[in-house]
């Protein structure tokens, strides 16, 4: 506002409802922008769609150093969802079924054993679809493990 006042009748008045147009007008944009700014790399990551890569690489990092997956067997459930089918290069072998999932909003949860919350940021991710077969499968790997760490005749 310039220190000399506008001789014209009502340019006071004009020149607020001038600065709250723009007001609102940045308003609308920021609001109709941050959505856009949100679900463009999701719709970005839903339209590369499911990944064997992907799933790999999710189940290695699961694993850690222990032992690397590779892939088996894909297949497309009834529902169209996607299952990459893996086996682990350890002895005994280890197969872990993925089902490809993808979520746009976070999922907020609660840990079964300790009741404290979780995030699941949105976007895809891999699901265990076959849990019974890969926990025994598990359970002898471990056992096995076990049993080799401790040395022959040392377990009772």
């Known amino acids: 506002m310039s220190a000399v006042p506008d001789a014209r009748p009502g340019a006071p008045a004009r020149a607020r409802m001038r600065r709250r147009k723009i007001a609102a007008a940045l308003c609308a944009a920021v609001a109709l922008g941050a959505p856009a700014a949100y679900l463009a790399p999701l719709a970005a990551q839903y339209a590369e769609g499911p990944s ?19 892939l088996e067997s894909e297949r497309t459930e009834p529902d169209g969802s996607t ?5 682990s290069d350890s002895d005994p072998a280890i197969h872990q079924e993925l ?3 993808f979520r746009w909003l976070p999922n907020v949860g609660l840990t079964p054993v300790v009741p404290t919350p979780y995030v699941d940021p949105p976007g895809p991710y891999y699901e265990l679809a076959n849990e019974d077969e890969y926990f025994k499968e598990f359970d002898a ?11 022959p005749g040392e377990r009772g």
């Open 99 to 101: 089902r490809y999932g």
């Open 83 to 87: 299952v990459y089918r893996l086996v």
């Open 141 to 151: 790997w471990d056992e096995e493990r076990e049993c080799c760490e401790d040395g």
């Open 52 to 70: 064997a890569e992907a799933a790999i690489a999710d189940a290695n990092e699961k694993a850690g150093d222990r032992y690397a997956y590779s």
